[in-house]
């Protein structure tokens, strides 16, 4: 009993030092944790409206280009007004069922669509505020548009089959009364802060942005530059062309527009490991996925890493090999660095705001270069040699 006492005595100092070099070593490892996470400094900003939650509804297009809109509103100096995304939405859905009955269903159909259809509607058909409707026409607080188009795609590919050898002049009335039933009749007048509109008066004389202004662009290197082109992506029902320029025009023009106060709506793939909602963060690791050891994959959005380098040839080829696709709209509103001076695009989304980053994500200009599928803003937002280039009044 004395020995073991008399060596618990010698050895207490060596298992004291022994315990604070395990402690300093732990802390060192959880400084160079903290290390890795991402820290992001504001750049720039451009004014926005909250967020948003599509709920269970493929309209991304339409919430954040009505997003981008309310943006153009604070821009223009006026006092924004949350419009009604379901509103477009309805719009698109008729026009796209024509498209769909002449094309006898050889097209996409769903609740999908474009940054442009969202212009295209309001030129065509105006708009309202979120108020007067909402398209929660059946006891639910969020869009729940399941049923709704399994309904539309069933009757319309009836319809398409024409059983009667010609087509009725009725189609189109029933097509509607199905989405006056899910969603609402959507109102001809409506009185809004003591005043009676249409939502085309409402359009010209609130909102009041002139559709002319606003271009959409993509990057295709398979297509000649600075012209319109065919923008071949399964939601664009309308067949509308985008202008075409090169793959760093594309980060120069958000670049430009952030710099000069205008925001960007921004389609793109979001189908990606690397595109994290959770975590907040997008970006293009120098590894693909399936080359990454099951550490690196675990550690991928635990702080800045290298990302690869995007060329037009790489970019081109996930087009071609079905790796990006058409996915979701979002809006770019500004522009952080990491803690390593690496500049992210601010991205508003419209999944609500249970993510890391209450509703937002950075996206890394790589990303933007690889996955982008378009960006719509207005052509004052576009560098003047581009501007030119393009043949922009």
């Known amino acids: 009993m004395k020995k073991a006492l008399v060596f618990i005595v010698f050895a207490l100092p060596f298992l004291a030092h022994a315990q604070d070099d395990l402690v300093k070593k732990l802390d060192a490892n959880k400084s160079d944790s903290a290390k890795r996470k991402y820290t992001f400094s504001p750049v720039l900003n451009v004014e ?40 477009t939405a309805r719009m698109v859905y008729i026009d796209k069922a024509e498209n769909y009955v002449r094309m006898h269903g050889k ?10 259809d ?9 708009t309202v505020p979120q108020e007067v409707y909402t398209g929660l026409n059946y006891g639910t607080t969020k869009n729940k548009f399941g049923e709704m188009q399994a309904v539309l795609k069933g009757m319309l590919d009836a319809i398409v089959k024409n059983p009667n050898g010609k087509l009725t002049p009725n189609w189109k009335k029933a097509f509607v009364a199905v989405l006056d039933a899910y969603l609402g009749a959507p109102p001809e007048k409506f009185m809004w802060k003591g005043k009676e509109y249409t939502p085309r008066t409402f359009a010209d004389e609130v909102v009041g942005i002139n559709p002319k202004n606003y271009v959409e662009i993509s990057s295709f290197s398979d297509q000649l530059y600075y012209q319109k082109v065919p923008f071949l992506v399964p939601d664009n029902w309308s067949f509308d062309k985008v202008y075409n320029v090169k793959l760093h025009d594309l ?7 952030l710099e000069h106060g205008y925001s960007v709506a921004w ?3 979001v189908s990606e490991k690397y595109f994290s909602w959770k975590n907040g963060v997008a970006y293009v690791p ?3 996925w399936d080359d990454m050891s099951e550490e690196e994959q675990k550690d991928i959005f635990n702080g800045p890493k290298p990302e690869r380098k995007i060329t037009a040839k790489i970019r081109q080829a996930a087009y071609d090999n079905y790796e990006t696709t058409d996915d979701h709209g979002m809006h770019i509103v500004g522009i952080v660095k990491d803690q390593n001076g690496r500049p992210y695009y601010v991205v508003k989304n419209s999944w609500g705001e249970k993510n890391d980053y209450k509703g937002y994500l950075y996206v890394s200009k790589a990303y933007v270069q690889y996955k982008t599928t378009g960006i719509l803003l207005h052509k004052g937002g576009i560098p003047s040699e581009i501007k030119q280039k393009l043949r922009l009044n």
């Open 48 to 87: 926005r409206t909250s967020v948003k939650n599509q709920g269970s509804s493929g309209t991304c297009w339409s919430y954040s280009t009505n997003s981008f809109l309310e943006s153009e509103m604070i821009r223009m100096g006026k006092k924004p007004v949350d419009l009604a995304e379901i509103f």
């Open 107 to 116: 097209m996409e159909w769903g609740d999908g669509g474009e940054c442009h």
């Open 118 to 126: 969202v212009i295209n509607m309001y030129a065509k058909y105006g």
């Open 251 to 257: 980060t120069d023009i958000i670049d430009y527009a």
């Open 267 to 269: 389609a793109a793939d």
């Open 286 to 288: 120098e590894k693909d």
